[in-house]
T-cell receptor, first 114, second 118 residues
Framework: GAGVSQSPRYKVAKRGQDVALRCDPI?????LFWYQQALGQGPEFLTY????????KSGLPSDRFFAERPEGSVSTLKIQRTQQEDSAVYLC????????????FGQGTRLTVV | AQKVTQAQTEISVVEKEDVTLDCVYE???????LFWYKQPPSGELVFLIR??????QNEISGRYSWNFQKSTSSFNFTITASQVVDSAVYFC???????????????FGKGTKLTVNP
């Protein structure tokens, strides 16, 4: 597709439930990022993939968060045993693999944990 | 450690006014990149500009202009003759050349909410 596509757009989960968020990057983009954006805040880095390799997961807040990109295109962010503090917008971005290039963002998935 | 500060939380102007959004950054790297993104109510971050640390030339694109000053670690953004459609949250961001795994991850400020009233 023309842009980064994320699904679902909205997700309501009961506390303790597992969720999976999907990201379809721009075709041919090697780099893929996940960010978490709390209400009224700037996005915060979670993890980075170069093709299928997860090269940086320093921003994942706990071991309940897991991301994968098995074939180097679509990525899934999984959150196990969701907690209320996980409520946020999860943004996916992709970019070409060259230094300092701009990242293109999807519209995000708004996760609400009740 | 890298940090981006946008001191202005909210700004409200009347259409056709000029407005400047401030951005101050901190980094230990000599090579880095600075960005501005716009986030309209739909939620998608829209790329506006990228500058590298070696290019301090100011840039103008239509009604938008950017003032990069390494001496004060600032990268300010000015909208001339603002329009209602400019209403959005604007984020300044920093990417360092040397990051874990070469991730080029962005560090964002908290954003400035701009409201342009008719």
């Amino acid at each position: 597709g023309a842009g980064v596509s994320q699904s679902p757009r909205y997700k309501v989960a009961k506390r303790g439930q597992d969720v999976a968020l999907r990201c379809d990057p721009i075709s041919g983009h090697v780099s893929l990022f996940w960010y978490q954006q709390a209400l009224g805040q700037g996005p915060e880095f979670l993890t980075y993939f170069q093709n299928e390799a997860q090269l940086d997961k320093s921003g994942l807040p706990s071991d309940r968060f897991f991301a994968e990109r098995p074939e180097g295109s679509v990525s899934t962010l999984k959150i196990q045993r969701t907690q209320q503090e996980d409520s946020a917008v999860y943004l996916c971005a992709s970019s070409r693999r060259s230094q300092g290039t701009e990242a293109f963002f999807g519209q995000g998935t708004r996760l609400t944990v009740v | 450690a890298q940090k981006v500060t946008q001191a202005q939380t909210e700004i409200s102007v009347v259409e056709k006014e000029d407005v400047t959004l401030d951005c101050v950054y901190e980094t230990r790297d000599t090579t880095y990149y600075l960005f501005w993104y716009k986030q309209p109510p739909s939620g998608e971050l829209v790329f506006l500009i990228r500058r590298n640390s070696f290019d301090e030339q100011n840039e103008i694109s239509g009604r938008y202009s950017w003032n990069f000053q390494k001496s004060t670690s600032s990268f300010n953004f000015t909208i001339t003759a603002s329009q209602v459609v400019d209403s959005a949250v604007y984020f300044c961001a920093l990417s360092e050349a040397t990051t874990q795994g070469g991730s080029e991850k962005l560090v964002f400020g908290k954003g400035t909410k701009l409201t342009v009233n008719p």
